[in-house]
Structure formats: C-alpha cells, structure tokens
C-alpha cells in the first residue's frame, strides 16, 4: 500500500510539473508581448522564483523546525546551479520569443525545447552513470526519433499568417460596407 501511495504522489508531481511547464511557454510569451517584447518578464519570472521557491518553502521548513539543519555547502552548492539553469532556461525561451522570426512562437518554442531537453539528461546522466555500453538500438532509434520529430516540428509547425497581409488596405467590399456605414451616420443624426 505504501508505494502505491508513492507512486501515486510522484505521479502527481509529474502533472503539476506538466501542467506547468506545459502552459509556460504560452504564458511567458503573453507576459511578453504584454510587456513591449523586452526583458522584462523574465524580472518576474525571477519575483515568481522568490515567491514560490523561497517564500513558501521557507514558511514550511520553519513551522517544521527544519530551516536551520541539514544544509551542506555540496547541497548548496548543486541545488544553486540548478536554479541558474532554470533561470537561464526561461532566459533562452525569452531570447527565442524575441528572434522576430515566423518560428519564434509558443507553439514553436516549447515543443523544440522539450523534445532535446530529454537527449540533454539522457547524454548527462547516462555519461556520468557509464551506462553508454548498456543502452541498446532501439534507445539509440528512440534518440534519433526525438531529433527528427524535432526538426519535422521545426519544418512543418502552423506559421500564421504573414503580418503584412494584415497591413494591406481593406478589400473592396469591406471598403463599400465602411462608406454605406458613414453616410448612415449623418441621416441617423438628423432624425
């Protein structure tokens, strides 16, 4: 019963971190747009990080009495470089959000990130572990499936449509309809 149990809180960890880190991409680039396109998000991010990583969990160990024990420089340490690889993360997001480019969307962005974020871990751990001489074909095929999935993504994603189609004069009927609309304008003020 106890692992059930485990199992079903890693579980839930894994949707919140989902959930989450699915949804991220689309709202930092809204936070970004709303904000002119500048850095200025990922000052938020950095408050958001405060907030949720050092305030609340602050709150908790304190009310435990587990604030002050168990730190190790090590821990410390490891712990940090991982918040600069987070932080530097949401940085590399924001950058490609402001490339201007077609492929420089959400929908973009965040697949090609998530899809080489596995072949990253899946290199460090399984070089730190020694575990290359252990790893079969198929992992080989299922790293090289990531790549090109990638890449397809990259090549085929929905673009939108072209910022200067919407910049060109109204068509002609939407010209006619705008005219009609004007001169309806003086009679309705007449009567």
Not at 69 to 75: A, E, L, Q
């Amino acid at each position: 019963m106890e692992s059930l149990e485990k199992l079903l809180f890693m579980l839930s960890g894994v949707a919140l971190t989902a959930i989450c880190w699915g949804s991220y991409g689309a709202v930092l680039h809204e936070g970004q747009a709303k904000l002119g396109g500048s850095f200025k998000p990922l000052i938020c991010v950095g408050f958001a990080y405060f907030v949720v990583a050092i305030l609340i969990p602050g709150a908790i160990l304190a009310s435990q009495g587990k604030l002050w024990t168990g730190w190790s420089f090590s821990g410390i340490g490891w712990s940090s470089a991982a918040g600069v690889c987070g932080t530097l993360g949401a940085l590399g997001i924001i950058l490609a959000f402001s490339a201007g480019s077609s492929a420089s969307k959400p929908w973009i962005v965040m697949p090609l990130v998530f899809g080489t974020a596995p072949i990253i871990i899946t290199v460090i751990s399984m070089t730190t572990k020694g575990l290359w001489s252990q790893a079969n074909p198929f992992y080989y095929a299922g790293l090289i499936l990531i790549v090109v999935g990638a890449v397809t993504l990259l090549f085929c994603a929905p673009r939108g449509k072209p910022a200067h189609a919407a910049d060109h004069a109204p068509s002609a009927a939407a010209a006619d309809h705008g005219q009609e609309a004007d001169a309806a304008k003086p009679e309705t003020a007449a009567e």
